[in-house]
């Protein structure tokens, strides 16, 4: 790879961690990353709940559990390395029911496949000692499951690039990418970029951009907008560090969660509410393109029947506060409507198969010389360092290398 340019579309953190990994391990590389906003980590970098996961919830041997575990490490060493935020504040993922539990057990298992460090199951009176607000019939404790600031932490990648003669093009949406003899031309408008070799990162994007370099349209990306509230300042001390409920397995979505900021702030969410634009950070966002592209993909329709219940539910604690808390308070019965206030939102890039299925895992495909990250969900920020070293490994693994 020496000698070539390597071109990235998307400045987000999954980008930026690739452009820099290739910086660092291919010194004489060119690295180009085009990024369609003004600035980097606008999108699902900049509006993601700062967790720093320890593994808990991936099936072993899947691309999340490996890349998870690596990462988390890479990213603790990284924070330390250039004084950027770092609070191992851990986490309680609490069961409230029986069935719970059960599903407790199921996790406990897979986690200690996963060798998640320091994890326990503990019961009610120390889940008290942890979270005294907190409530439930058992839980799991992770200690490492950290907070972080993932924005500054994409800013630092960047800035890793430059000094390393790298390139961040800002402002630059990519609009066609077209092949020229041996090289890829990337274009924008009246302007294009020539690269050796292509990596396409463009998160809620990822299937449009990837199709302008021939990847088929499976899997479809599907916007899910996630809300957030804010817990008064006054009721803020009541979360130490992040309460989890126990996840339904049926979602890639882990449900409306306690999650304490580096800066203080302590947010209850997100939810997930089909987005009726890619960017639809506000209910009213809608997008003609966006909800044709959604309504048109036969996979929408066939996971809408499977899980319509779940999605009526999750519209209705997005239109109704008290509903909302209502789930919450399950787990600390303190905090109810009166003591939140609506705050932002992201935007969920779920992939999603022809037949319906949700896709879960990292995927990534390699066609010639362009290689498209398709679905990288939470934890990608986590194994954003992670992602970078294999999506390399796999460039080097075609050059024989």
Known sequence: MADEVVGIVGAGIVGLAIGREITRRRPGTGVVVMEKEDRV????????????????????????????????DMLREYCAGRGLPYDECGKLVVAVSEADVARMDDLYARADVNA????????PE???????????????????????DFSRIARS?????????????????????????????????ERSV???????CAGIHADRVSGLAGDAPEPRIVPFR??????????????RGLIYPVPDPR??????????????AVDVGPNAVLALAREGYRRTAISPVDLLGIASWPGMWRMARRHWRTGVREIHGSLSKRAYMKAAQRYVPEIGAKDVVRAGAGVRAQALDRDGGLVDDFRINRLGPVTTVRNAPSPAATSSMAIAEYVVDVIDGEDGS
């Open 41 to 72: 980590a606008v999108h699902q970098t900049g509006h993601n709940s700062g967790v720093v996961h320890a593994g808990i919830y991936y099936r072993p041997g899947s691309l999340k559990a490996r890349l998870c575990t690596r990462g988390r």
């Open 226 to 239: 996630g809300e957030y509230m804010l817990i008064s300042e006054e009721k803020a001390h009541m979360v």
């Open 116 to 123: 998640v460090p320091g994890l326990r199951r503990i019961g």
């Open 194 to 200: 020539r690269v050796d070799r292509l990596i396409v």
């Open 157 to 189: 990648f960047a800035d890793d690039i430059v000094a390393a003669g790298g390139e961040v093009r800002v402002s630059y949406p990519v609009t066609r990418i077209d092949r020229a003899g041996g090289e890829l031309e990337i274009g924008s408008g």
């Open 126 to 148: 120390e889940i008290r000692e942890i979270e005294p607000y907190a409530t439930g019939l058992a839980a799991l404790h992770s200690p490492r499951t950290a907070i972080t």
């Open 251 to 264: 979602y890639p979505f882990l449900g409306v969660h306690f999650t304490r900021r580096v800066s203080g």
